[in-house]
């Protein structure tokens, strides 16, 4: 059975530019999570999808953020437009009833 | 709300050596924990949790946890690390078992020196 996977693994933008990350869950699992970790911080919840409906989205940082889950299957986070500190490591997450699964995260550079 | 602070960012031992990697955590309620382990290249994987029952826990690697919950505690040991341990651990408190968000730790790079 394929893990969480994200695309792309790692990204280099400029700041203005905007960037959309991708993250497809475990088949068949109901819950999706956005975490971010900054450079040296701790992981931080972004948000929570159950199938395509937004749970708890207290953790997106402004508006320049809009998380996406279509059809409640793949979920994209889109950064428009992105600044200095929006850089760090982008996990996503899923799950069905208990534990959560990470997928490799990517890697995000805003210069 | 929850907070969890590993006190130690880097902690660097010599292989078969004993090894703590402490966490606390702040609640106001009840609260589920866990340890995950992130490998270098990979994301991270639940190496062993807490939700009730006896407070120490152990994973299949030879790791071990133990809750205490009157020092809000839930250090993270091994009695005897190997290379292959090198990695960085992160101590994660959660409302509940199944979607509800994970409050992390700032994390502790483990590493093993042969």
């Known amino acids: 059975e394929a893990g969480v996977t994200q695309f792309p693994s790692h990204s280099v933008i400029e700041k203005g530019q905007t960037v959309t990350l991708r993250c497809d869950p475990i088949?068949?699992?109901?819950?999706l999570y956005w975490y971010r970790r900054v450079m040296g911080k701790e992981i931080k919840f972004l948000l929570h999808?159950?199938?395509?409906?937004?749970?708890?989205e207290s953790g997106m940082p402004n508006n320049r953020f809009l998380a996406e889950r279509t059809g409640g299957t793949y979920s994209t986070l889109k950064v428009q437009p992105a600044e200095l500190e929006d850089s760090g490591v982008y996990f996503c997450?899923?799950?069905?009833?208990?534990?959560?699964?990470f997928g490799p995260g990517t890697r995000l550079t805003v210069t | 709300a929850q907070s969890v602070t590993q006190l130690d960012s880097q902690v660097p031992v010599f292989e078969e050596a004993p090894v703590e990697l402490r966490c606390n955590y702040s609640?106001?309620?009840?609260?589920?924990l866990f340890w995950y382990v992130q490998y270098p290249n990979q994301g991270l994987q639940l190496l062993l949790k807490?939700?009730?029952?006896?407070?120490l826990v152990e994973s299949i690697n030879g790791f071990e946890a133990e809750f205490n919950k009157s020092q809000t505690s839930f250090h993270l040991r091994k009695p005897s690390v190997h290379i292959s341990d090198t990695a960085e651990y992160f101590c994660?408190?959660?409302?509940?078992?199944?979607?509800?968000?994970?409050?992390f730790g700032q994390g502790t790079r483990l590493t093993i020196n042969p």
């Open positions: 997450a899923s799950s069905q009833d208990g534990e959560q699964y």
């Open positions: 088949s068949g699992h109901d819950n």
């Open positions: 999808f159950v199938k395509e409906s937004k749970q708890d």
């Open positions: 609640s106001s309620v009840s609260v589920y």
């Open positions: 807490y939700l009730s029952g006896s407070t």
């Open positions: 994660a408190v959660s409302r509940g078992w199944g979607a509800q968000k994970l409050v």
